[in-house]
C-alpha cells in the first residue's frame, strides 16, 4: 500500500533529500491544507486600459516584477483603446478593474456607471503644452489656434488653467480646435495646422526634437487633479475585497521600486517593450514622471481631490448639480487596508 511518505519519498529521492521528504511529510500531515495554498493559482484579473502607456507604468512593473503574482493575482491587461470604453468594459462585467482618465470616471458614475475609483494610477501627468518655433511664451498664443482633446477633455481644462495663470482668456483669447489623440494633435502642430497643443509622452519629446517650443508641463496648473485612476466593478468589488487589497498592494510595492533611482534603466526597459516604444523616449518619460511626483506611493485619492475634480466638472457643465460627495467616486478601504 503506497502512503503519502513513500509517494514522496519516490518523487523526491532524485533530489537526495531525505531530511526534506520527512520535513514535507510532516508538515502536510499536519496542515493538509498546505499543499493547496502553495500550489494554489492565482486569480485572474481582467484589466481594460486605454493602451499600454506610461499611465499603467507601475501596473506593468508589478506585472514584470511578479508583485502582482506574489499577492494572488494574474493580471490580464487588455487595451480598450480610449478612457471610455475602458469604463463601459468595467461597469459591463466584461473587465473587473480598469484604468481611465480620472474625469471620465466621475463623468460615468455621476451617469450611473456601477463603478468606483479603488486606488489612484497617475497622479500627476506628464503632458506639456508645446507650441510652433516662433512662439516662445504661453502670452504669445493670444489670436492662435489652440487644440486640446475636447471640450470635456483633461488637456481642456489644463489648457484653461494655465492659459488664466498667464492672463489669457483661455476660449476668447485663441481658436479652440479638438481632437482625443494625442498623436493626432502633434501631428496638426507639426504641419501647422495649430500653433500649439497638448502632448503626452513620448509625443511630447517628438514635437521637441523637431524643433517645437516646449512651453512647459500643464498638470501643475489644476494643482492636485489625478490624471489616471484604476476603477473596479462595484458587484466584483463586494465579491472580492481581498483581491483589490492585494492588487493595491502590489501597485504599491512597484510604484516604490521604480521610484528608486537605481532601477531607473530597469524600469524603463520594461515601459519601452511593454508600450514599444524607444528607450531613450522611456527614460526621459521616468525623469519627468519623477520630477512631478506622478506617481502616489500610497494609491490614495484624497477626498478634497475628488471635490477638486467634481468642482471643475460642475463649472464646466459636465456633471450636473448638486455635487455628490467623494464617497460616491472613490471607495478608499483598499487603500486604507493596505496601510495598517
Do not use: C
Amino acid at each position: 500500500m503506497l502512503t503519502l511518505s513513500s509517494i514522496l519519498a519516490r518523487k523526491l529521492r532524485p533530489l537526495g533529500s531525505a531530511i526534506a521528504i520527512g520535513t514535507l511529510a510532516a508538515t502536510l500531515a499536519l496542515n493538509p491544507q498546505a499543499a493547496v495554498a502553495q500550489t494554489a493559482p492565482p486569480v485572474t484579473v481582467t484589466a481594460a486600459v486605454i493602451g499600454v502607456s506610461i499611465s499603467i507604468w507601475p501596473a506593468i512593473v508589478a506585472n514584470e516584477k511578479k508583485f502582482f503574482e506574489e499577492e494572488g493575482i494574474k493580471l490580464d491587461i487588455v487595451s480598450a483603446g480610449a478612457s471610455a470604453r475602458a469604463l463601459q468594459q468595467v461597469a459591463a462585467g466584461v473587465a473587473q478593474v480598469g484604468s481611465s482618465s480620472m474625469v471620465d470616471t466621475v463623468r460615468a458614475i455621476d451617469a450611473g456607471a456601477e463603478v468606483k475609483v479603488f486606488t489612484n494610477s497617475l497622479a500627476v501627468a506628464t503632458h506639456s503644452l508645446l507650441a510652433s518655433k516662433d512662439i516662445k511664451s504661453v502670452k504669445d498664443l493670444k489670436g492662435k489656434r489652440i487644440m486640446t482633446g475636447g471640450q470635456g477633455d483633461i488637456t481642456n481644462l489644463w489648457w484653461k488653467a494655465m492659459a488664466k495663470h498667464h492672463g489669457l482668456d483661455p476660449e476668447k483669447d485663441v481658436q479652440l480646435l479638438y481632437s482625443g489623440s494625442s498623436g493626432s494633435r502633434m501631428s496638426a502642430l507639426l504641419a501647422g495646422g495649430v500653433d500649439a497643443t497638448i502632448l503626452s509622452t513620448p509625443q511630447s519629446f517628438k514635437a521637441a526634437q523637431e524643433g517645437m517650443t516646449d512651453l512647459g508641463p500643464v498638470a501643475p496648473f489644476l494643482g492636485e487633479f489625478p490624471m489616471m485612476i484604476w476603477h473596479v466593478n462595484d458587484d466584483w468589488a463586494k465579491k472580492n475585497e481581498k483581491l483589490l487589497v492585494a492588487f493595491v498592494k502590489a501597485h504599491n510595492k512597484a510604484v516604490r521600486y521604480m521610484s528608486e533611482p537605481a532601477n531607473r534603466q530597469e524600469v524603463s526597459e520594461m515601459l519601452a517593450k511593454a508600450s514599444n516604444s524607444g528607450l531613450d523616449d522611456a527614460l526621459k518619460s521616468w525623469d519627468i514622471s519623477m520630477k512631478v511626483n506622478s506617481f502616489v506611493p500610497d494609491g490614495a485619492v484624497a477626498a478634497s481631490t475628488v471635490d477638486r475634480v467634481t468642482a471643475n466638472l460642475l463649472e464646466s457643465g459636465d456633471i450636473k448639480a448638486p455635487a455628490k460627495p467623494a464617497s460616491v467616486y472613490y471607495d478608499g478601504r483598499y487603500v486604507q487596508s493596505v496601510g495598517k
